[in-house]
């Protein structure tokens, strides 16, 4: 059984289109999380959510915006999609909003912006 | 604000042989380290991690991995490894950032294991 996972694996756009990637786990967790994975493999969070609610928001445009329908999903959608947003996205959900919690990543979504 | 070094950015070891992969953290309280591996196309997988106590932490695979206060690092090491160990590897420390809480995570070293 798959504890998180992300669709599409695979995502190719052109510049200036609008494009979401969803997000599911059925550990029961109350937190998920959103990382980027830039090319040189950089990990960085940009958003995590607890029960619902949005509890990390680092500095990511306005263009992201995170959707929690329930708490057992986290779907990203990306306006206006540049070429600097190529990357590798991927969710992660974990017991409690506890940094000491771990983690459970899913096998991420590379996203492509020609 | 909380950082972590990994100063290797690639290692090459023959199966076999023992590892030592090297992280230094920057953290003003107490830090809580961790190590994930990241198979290729897979996700992150946690190995080990510290909060506090006995400062050598077991984790899974065989591998372990020593906090050194004195030193600000959290070096992850297996005594023999096995082709499957190629990977890219990766240490965070968590903490607070303003009121939340996350993980900073390093840039990873990526691990080539020869037959």
């Known amino acids: 059984d798959t504890a998180v996972s992300q669709t599409p694996k695979y995502l190719v756009t052109q510049m200036g289109n609008d494009k979401s990637i969803k997000c599911e786990q059925n550990l029961g967790h109350d937190t998920m999380y959103w990382y980027k994975q830039d090319s040189k493999k950089f990990l960085k969070i940009m958003f995590s959510y607890n029960n619902k609610e949005l509890i990390i928001n680092e500095t990511v445009p306005n263009r992201f915006s995170p959707k929690s329908p329930d708490k057992a999903h986290l779907n990203l959608h990306i306006n206006s999609l540049e070429l600097g947003d190529s990357a590798v996205y991927f969710c992660a959900s974990s017991h409690s909003g506890d940094f000491t919690d771990t983690q459970y990543f899913g096998p991420g979504t590379r996203l492509t912006v020609l | 604000a909380q950082s972590v070094t990994q100063p290797d950015i690639h290692i090459t070891v023959s199966e076999g042989a023992s590892l030592e992969l090297r992280c230094n953290y920057s953290y003003g309280a107490t830090p809580y380290l961790f190590w994930y591996v990241q198979s290729p196309g897979q996700g992150l997988q946690l190995l080990l991690k510290?909060?506090?106590?006995?400062?050598l932490v077991q984790g899974i695979k065989g591998f372990e991995a020593e906090f050194k206060r004195s030193q600000s690092s959290f070096n992850l090491r297996k005594p023999s490894v096995h082709w499957s160990d190629a990977a890219e590897y990766f240490c965070a420390v968590g903490g607070s950032g303003g009121s939340n809480y996350k993980l900073t995570f390093g840039k990873g070293t990526l691990l080539t294991v020869n037959p």
């Open positions: 510290y909060f506090s106590g006995d400062t």
